[in-house]
């Protein structure tokens, strides 16, 4: 599960945080649980917008842009479309470029991997 929050800075520029808490692990023979710190993550988001850069219609976005979490720093790259006021569709890859504990193991390995998002979004300015 994934709640992104982006503020713009402009037109092209956006600041933000996501929260990020994994849903359905399975639990192995002898191996406890994921526990909560395992599941979660929080991460500050930098996005550049590139969709009225590029003369994209007003209602689609293209975005790269860098987060800094609680598990690593990386990148993401996403598109969104919005169908009317305010709501749309979003995808989003996203991947580590340094983890803060490269000796990680079994858990710890879980907010440390490429995932891919795809959901609804909001524009609550609309």
């Known amino acids: ?23 359905g692990i399975k639990s192995f023979e002898g ?9 979660f993550d929080l991460k500050a988001r930098f996005n550049a917008n590139l969709g009225s850069v590029i003369g994209l219609p007003a209602n689609i976005d293209l975005y790269p842009g860098l ?9 993401h ?6 169908f009317n006021k305010g709501f749309g569709l979003f995808t989003e890859a996203q991947f580590p470029i340094a983890k803060y504990n490269v000796d990680a193991i079994g858990y710890e390995r879980l907010n440390n991997q490429f995932s891919f998002n795809i959901g609804v979004t909001f524009d609550l300015g609309k």
């Not at 191996?31 to 599941?39: L, S, T, V, Y």
């Open 1 to 23: 599960m994934v709640t992104t929050l982006d503020y713009g800075l402009g037109q092209s520029f956006f600041i933000g945080a996501q929260a990020v808490y994994l849903l």
């Open 31 to 39: 191996i406890e649980k994921p526990g909560f710190r395992d599941r």
């Open 67 to 75: 987060n800094l979490g609680l598990k690593n720093f990386g990148a």
């Open 77 to 82: 790259v996403g598109g969104r479309v919005f």
